[in-house]
């Protein structure tokens, strides 16, 4: 069974930074594209960030220069670095990950990380 877990989260001040982890675990064969998405109250889930199994990313684009998203392959782990915080990104932070297991592959969530940017 795949897991992904995050962690990371918690309450940070207007303009400070944070980083957030994802793990993936379980028994699979191969985990292709990660990828991080939030949700604010009363709001869809948007995307945030993807990183496929290359290296190469892509952002929403209101978040461009403030967040980096980053992956260690040895380690079955994606990364979402957050800077210049604004009470805007207070929502709360999911994990995807696209894996492939000996049965099938598909898309995996993670149960979330709370962000809360205070102002």
């Known amino acids: 069974q795949v897991r992904l877990v995050e962690s990371g989260g918690g309450l940070v001040q207007s303009g400070g930074s944070l980083r957030l982890s994802c793990v993936v675990s379980g028994y699979f064969i191969s985990i292709n594209a990660m990828g991080w998405y939030r949700q604010a109250p009363g709001k869809q889930r948007d995307l945030v960030a993807t990183?496929?199994?290359?290296?190469?990313?892509d952002y929403a684009d209101s978040l461009k220069g403030r967040f980096t998203i980053s992956r260690d392959n040895a380690k079955n782990t994606v990364y979402l670095e957050m800077s210049s915080s604004k009470p805007e990104d207070t929502a709360v932070y999911y994990c995807n990950a696209f894996v492939r297991t000996r049965a099938s592959q598909g898309y995996y969530w993670g149960q979330g990380t709370q962000v809360t940017v205070s102002s």
């Open positions: 990183i496929d199994s290359a290296g190469s990313t």
